[in-house]
């Protein structure tokens, strides 16, 4: 395929911020500003890529917008919803393009779904990315270009008609595209530190079974591995085509008017949602809605996963080495989200996340820091070489090592989450507590031990202040859940754990100024201990950590903007440097309004917010030099962040009398 290109710009990719997120919460999308989905992975989210012109321009990509016009006038989401719409002013007219992932009414009750594990809702996805085209005003030339090259592009395929008439074609993977030289990858975790990677339990799959049906109102034509249509409307006149992978009982509109009422189902299951949470009567509102969204668009309905990001090996830094697979769900990243969704009264989500854990666990196996989001546990890292990658960085990994790593937070990762959720509601699943029994069990047997911590470094193990601090936070949680339950031997039993790793890490975390640091030892600073007054290690107003937030504001901040650590002063294995980590930029507004700087936590709250995509999308970082945004798109930890800081500045300030925001639903 020609991909559309760019006019005025070196580079053929589409900078990682101006893509559109598409989600039905089982798949999702990316639609670059031409019209182009240039990612999208089926049937799941993190099954090999059908379009994937993000990673490599030739692995497939499906356009449908004005013949040749790319640069569209404007775009926008329908308010309060995750479908994309996308005007196009053209030499003779106006277009507009409206692109969702089609859910609709629970539909299967006289056969079961084989892939939802958690409790059916009013609402399931109908596995149907559909497009929309209205010419508005004069006429339009409108293009249809469909050109799914499977298996991350090594697996082109070749439509057929699929029955007399042109609207409705059909495609599996097939052909020998080119060769495939999958390898493992380097830097992995067989150095004997991060525990076995030869790991029992099921993979990730690498070659689902995939067909492919495409329908529309247009006259399709086929050009090897390419569907295309073309037509002129006239104003007035539409046009529509609908894409599905579902292989039984599909949902295919057959006509316009079918259409728009897949398109009005999806945006009542979208307002609906959204129409649960909490928004304050603020400018930044949208801003909150849009984070909650996409954070409701990297759930994965079926199990309740959570996806870190809905990309792979999106950089960390322009045409660098630093590109990781985010397509899964870290046990971080998603309790995380789950505080984000919480502080909006978003809280369903958390119940399906909790019954995803008890299903990886329950029968007694050890709890990963990440698994695949159908629970699978081994999650191998391949580099796939015959992918140039992103604008030119490369290596594109499939699989993420990190799943094996040794990462001390994650017990109290869930801890904290579970006792927030339990609090509010004051109930905890029986299911649950002999899971969370055994979380701090393992946290009071191995917090003196060294791990790779949150970042999960792949350089030596060490004595991570912040992963001491997330045992605390399971001994502490787990100490006030036993309390709930009345047991209060076990309560005691923790509380006496927590106190004893506070005052280890009081005793060995801080640095001559009184500063905590990244390691025992070391002078490095890092951003993870802007957490400290977030979860009430200490009270805001010690000193120690006013000193800590203060240092990592002045002295690990860019421009402003907050990097993880130094990666000179950190070994974490890698080569190259990293831009500013929007989630830690987030987190010091939070601690600055912790620590009663909230002039300084508004200001700066408000220069991260002028990063924001033009949808209002975040990626994982930026680069503080141009404002660019790097990494894996939409990423889930910017987005809870997102929210948790400006929840922040909205509380102090509404607290301090300011004029402003009155809390509405
Ligand atoms: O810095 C090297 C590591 O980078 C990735 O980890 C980051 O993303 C994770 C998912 O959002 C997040 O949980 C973690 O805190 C981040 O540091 C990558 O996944 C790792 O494999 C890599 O070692």
Redesign the pocket.
């Known amino acids: 395929m020609s991909p559309p290109t760019r006019r005025g710009s070196v580079s053929p990719f589409p900078p990682i911020a101006e893509y559109g997120f598409l989600s039905d919460c089982e798949t999702t999308c990316l639609v670059a500003p031409s019209g182009n989905i240039e990612w999208m992975c089926l049937p799941r989210p993190d099954d090999p890529s059908v379009f994937g012109s993000i990673i490599d321009r030739s692995a497939g990509g499906f356009r449908f917008g004005p013949e040749r016009t790319m640069i569209p006038a404007g775009r926008r989401y329908l308010p309060g919803t995750n479908i994309l719409e996308t005007t196009w002013q053209t030499p003779n007219g106006w277009l507009i393009v409206t692109d969702c992932l089609i859910v609709g009414r629970w539909h299967r009750t006289q056969q079961r779904s084989n892939t939802h594990r958690r409790t059916p809702t009013d609402w399931d996805a109908e596995h149907v990315l559909l497009r929309l085209a209205r010419c508005e005003h004069g006429s339009v030339d409108l293009t249809l270009l469909c050109e799914p090259n499977f298996d991350y592009g090594r697996r082109p395929g070749s439509w057929a008609y699929e029955d007399a008439g042109y609207g409705s074609a059909v495609t599996v993977p097939g052909g020998t595209g080119r060769a495939g030289d999958a390898v493992p990858a380097r830097g992995g975790p067989d150095d004997g530190r991060r525990g076995p990677s030869e790991r029992p339990g099921p993979r990730i799959r690498s070659h689902p079974d995939l067909t492919l049906r495409l329908r529309t109102d247009l006259r399709l034509g086929f050009d090897g591995r390419r569907a295309h249509a073309r037509t002129t409307l006239a104003e007035g006149g539409t046009a529509f085509v609908a894409l599905t992978w579902r292989a039984s009982d599909p949902f295919l509109p057959t006509s316009y008017a079918e259409a728009t009422a897949a398109v009005t189902r999806t945006t009542a299951f979208w307002r609906q949602w959204l129409s649960r949470g909490v928004f304050p009567d603020h400018p930044w509102r949208g801003h909150l809605q849009r984070s909650a969204l996409a954070l409701k668009g990297l759930t994965y309905a079926p199990t309740g996963a959570l996806l870190?990001a809905s990309t792979t090996s999106l950089p960390e830094t322009p045409q660098g080495e630093?590109n990781?697979d985010?397509r899964y769900s870290?046990i971080?990243?998603s309790t995380f989200a789950l505080w984000g969704l919480y502080t909006l009264g978003l809280d369903y989500e958390a119940n399906d996340f909790f019954s995803f854990i008890a299903d990886v666990c329950e029968n007694g196996d050890d709890l990963q820091i990440m698994y695949g989001v159908g629970g699978e546990s081994r999650l191998d890292e391949q580099v796939l070489g015959h992918l140039s990658g992103y604008d030119g960085a490369f290596p594109v990994r499939v699989g993420?090592?990190?799943f094996s790593q040794r990462q001390h937070d994650l017990w109290g990762a869930i801890l904290d989450s579970v006792y927030l959720h339990t609090r509010s509601r004051d109930y905890l699943s029986e299911r649950l507590w002999p899971v969370l029994v055994r979380l701090v069990e393992t946290a009071a047997e191995h917090w003196r031990e060294p791990d790779c911590g949150?970042?999960?470094?792949?350089g030596e193990l060490r004595h991570f202040t912040s992963s001491k601090v997330m045992c605390w936070v399971a001994a502490d949680r787990g100490r006030r859940l036993a309390a709930m339950r009345g047991d209060a031997k076990t309560a005691a039993r923790w509380a006496a754990v927590a106190d004893e790793i506070h005052a280890d890490v009081c005793a060995n975390g801080l640095d001559e100024r009184g500063v905590f640091t990244q390691c025992y030892g070391s002078k490095a600073l890092d951003a993870s201990l802007l957490l400290m007054p977030l979860l009430g290690f200490l009270p805001p107003t010690d000193p120690r950590v006013r000193a800590t937030i203060l240092a990592i504001a002045d002295e690990l901040t860019v421009d402003g903007l907050v990097l993880r650590y130094r990666v000179e002063e950190t070994d974490?294995g890698?080569t190259g440097t990293e831009g500013a980590f929007l989630m830690c930029s987030f987190w010091l507004t939070s601690a600055l309004v912790e620590i009663g700087e909230v002039v300084r936590a508004r200001q700066h709250c408000e220069r991260l917010l002028s990063f924001a995509s033009p949808l209002d999308l975040y990626a994982e970082e930026l680069d503080p030099s141009t404002g660019r945004h790097l990494g894996n798109f939409p990423q889930a930890?910017t987005h809870l962040a997102l929210i948790n800081a400006v929840m922040h500045v909205i509380r102090a300030e509404d607290a301090a009398g300011e004029p402003g925001p009155t809390p509405v639903s």
Not at 454 to 458: A, D, L, N, S, Y
Request: net charge neutral; aromatic share 28%; charged share 35%.
């Open positions: 870190a630093r990781w985010y870290w971080r990243d993420n090592a990190a949150i970042w999960e470094v792949r974490d890698l930890f």
